[in-house]
């Protein structure tokens, strides 16, 4: 070999070096770079490429796909999309997606692992299924009592079956189309325009996404605070909580809606849902034994994915008398959302366990082949079951002769709490009206149903605004939905 043709051999050689150097660093070291950076659509291309899976409710679909034959070719469709927006959320190729289509998007793009015989030779060859399928625990009937309950209040229902934490009903009120969200027209941009400039927040999940002062339905988690920890051993002896109560360390007097709460005992406290009684026996259950109870039913901790994820409950930590014993009646800085409201329900009526809630009933491939099935879980033990008894027991009586007298329904029993909640600077804004409850059929062997509703914009004169009168009739016609209603 001459001297030239070596000095070209070397020269190839060094082009060839720099060629594989290259190659490593846009495939290893940059391909993050390059996969995230916003002028490259290929992933978007690949992405809407094909028919993404379903979301099925009641064993039928409630979201579709249109093909439109542009570069993203596949635009999601909603069936009564307002209906299951809080469900299914949305899946935009402009703006992203929310809840069931965000969590499970893997599984709708067929890219989850699970829906491959082989994903390790897919991912050789570049090979991806078709989307699966989620199906949800979503009770139409118990959905559609919801919705139509609200009937466009701004609000929101949870309801839970408190023996599995399956969620029968996940509603927000105002809702939205999802729909309007597909593709990339002009429609699109001025639709979510107008969405997220709407002072009524029709893309905010309220019942997963939104907080609020629970009012006198708290009164549960005082309840069992003060039974488990011995302050009350009796509900029917006297509690020797004055009418009015002076808040310790203030001048300021709280008072009751209703006669007869002085000295009153739990059980006549709990029916008329007295003020006074339950601020009273939560200073004297004590701040660490009221932590420690509001903490076992969820709150201060970062609430459960189901799998969308869920903002954290509150109740304070660091409170003096005075704050205790209004934070013990669901006031000053407790906070919660419904869902949260809905588990407690639910542990009332399981026994004193707390479910661990959940959306997703199975993931199946697009053929029908299981791919999960998230099992039942407990998520903790929140009171004993002797106070859950006596709990269930109050509830009733507050259904049966109190102030929960709307959720009755024949053929059934119905434990609630009614809450009206005041909130706002110097409690001026109009008053939460708030219903947690359970029901069991008559035939049944345990609540087949927990409910919390809540109504931010109750129509009615601020006076007359209560959980009994504005939202305990939604929660009835949630249970109802579940259990039936039998005529006599």
């Given at each position: 070999m001459?001297r030239?043709q070596?000095?070209?051999?070397f020269?190839?050689?060094l082009?060839l070096?720099a060629l594989?150097?290259?190659?490593?660093r846009?495939?290893l070291?940059?391909?993050?770079?390059?996969?995230h950076?916003?002028a490259n659509r290929r992933a978007a291309i690949a992405r809407?490429?094909r028919?993404r899976?379903d979301?099925?409710v009641?064993?039928h679909?409630?979201t579709g796909?249109?093909?439109?034959?542009?570069?993203?070719?596949?635009?999601?469709?909603?069936?009564?999309?307002p209906l299951?927006a809080?469900?299914?959320?949305?899946?935009s190729?402009?703006?992203?997606?929310?809840l069931?289509?965000?969590?499970e998007?893997?599984?709708?793009?067929?890219?989850?692992?699970?829906l491959?015989?082989?994903?390790?030779?897919?991912d050789?060859?570049r090979?991806?299924?078709?989307?699966g399928?989620?199906v949800?625990?979503?009770?139409?009937?118990?959905?559609r009592?919801?919705?139509?309950g609200l009937a466009?209040?701004?609000?929101?229902?949870?309801?839970l079956?408190?023996?599995?934490?399956?969620?029968?009903?996940?509603v927000s009120?105002?809702?939205y189309d999802?729909g309007?969200l597909?593709?990339t027209?002009?429609?699109?941009?001025a639709?979510?325009?107008?969405l997220?400039?709407d002072p009524?927040?029709p893309?905010?999940n309220?019942?997963?996404?939104?907080t609020y002062p629970p009012?006198s339905t708290?009164?549960?988690v005082t309840?069992?605070?003060?039974l488990?920890?011995g302050t009350?051993?009796d509900?029917?002896?006297?509690?020797?909580a004055?009418?009015p109560?002076?808040?310790?360390?203030?001048?300021?007097?709280l008072?009751n809606?209703?006669?007869?709460?002085?000295d009153?005992s739990?059980?006549?406290?709990f029916?008329?849902?007295?003020n006074?009684v339950f601020?009273a026996l939560?200073?004297r259950t004590?701040?660490?034994d009221?932590?420690r109870?509001?903490g076992r039913?969820?709150?201060?901790?970062v609430?459960p994915?189901i799998?969308?994820?869920?903002?954290?409950?509150?109740?304070?930590?660091?409170?003096d008398?005075?704050?205790?014993?209004l934070?013990?009646?669901?006031q000053y800085?407790?906070?919660a959302t419904?869902?949260?409201?809905?588990?407690v329900a639910s542990?009332v009526a399981s026994g004193?366990?707390v479910?661990?809630p959940?959306l997703?009933?199975r993931?199946?491939?697009?053929?029908g082949r299981?791919?999960?099935a998230?099992?039942?879980?407990t998520?903790?033990?929140a009171?004993?079951a002797s106070?859950a008894?006596?709990l269930r027991?109050?509830?009733?009586?507050a259904?049966?002769?109190?102030?929960?007298?709307?959720?009755?329904?024949k053929?059934?029993?119905v434990g609630?709490k009614?809450g009206?909640a005041q909130?706002?600077?110097?409690?001026k804004?109009t008053?939460y009206?708030?219903f947690v409850?359970w029901?069991?059929?008559?035939d049944e062997?345990?609540?087949q149903?927990?409910?919390?509703v809540?109504v931010?914009?109750?129509s009615?004169?601020?006076g007359?605004?209560?959980?009994?009168?504005?939202?305990?009739?939604?929660?009835?016609a949630?249970?109802a939905?579940?259990?039936?209603?039998k005529k006599?």
């Open positions: 001459s030239y070596r000095r070209a051999a020269f190839c050689l082009l070096v594989v150097l290259n190659a490593v846009v495939q070291v940059r391909a993050s770079a390059y996969d950076n916003p809407w490429d028919p899976g979301i099925l009641g064993g679909p409630v796909s249109r093909d439109t034959h542009e570069q993203l070719r596949y635009e999601r469709t909603y069936t009564e999309g299951y809080p469900v299914t959320g949305f899946a190729q402009v703006y992203g997606s929310t069931l289509e965000r969590s998007d893997g599984l709708l793009t067929g890219t989850d692992p699970g491959s015989a082989f994903p390790l030779w897919d050789l060859v090979a991806r299924p078709g989307g399928d989620v949800t625990t979503i009770d139409p009937a118990a959905q009592a919801a919705y139509e466009g209040r701004t609000g929101a229902v949870a309801a079956d408190p023996s599995t934490g399956r969620v029968l009903a996940l009120s105002p809702s999802p309007e597909s593709g027209s002009r429609a699109v941009t639709a979510w325009a107008r997220t400039a009524a927040q893309l905010l309220r019942a997963l996404r939104q009012g708290f009164k549960i309840a069992a605070a003060a488990d920890s009350v051993r509900v029917d002896d006297a509690t020797d004055p009418d109560y002076r808040l310790p360390g203030s001048g300021t007097r008072a809606e209703v006669e007869g709460c002085g009153a739990l059980r006549y406290a029916r008329w849902s007295c006074t601020a939560g200073v004590g701040l660490a009221m932590v109870a509001a039913f969820g709150f201060d901790e609430g994915g799998p969308s994820p869920v903002v954290r409950s509150a109740f304070g930590t660091r409170l008398k005075a704050q205790l014993a934070s013990s009646i669901g800085d407790t906070r419904p869902l949260q409201m809905a588990l542990a004193g366990s479910p661990l959940r997703v009933e993931t199946t491939t697009h053929g299981l791919v999960d998230p099992p039942a879980r998520l903790r033990q009171m004993t106070t008894a006596r027991d109050l509830m009733v009586d259904v049966e002769k109190g102030t929960g007298r709307r959720a009755a329904i053929g059934a029993t609630g009614t009206t909130h706002g600077v110097g409690n804004g008053p009206a708030w409850s029901a069991q059929a008559r062997p345990s609540p149903v927990a409910v919390a809540v931010e914009d109750a009615a004169d601020r007359e605004i209560s959980g009994g009168g504005n939202a305990a009739p939604i929660a009835r949630v249970m939905a579940v259990v039936g209603e006599r």
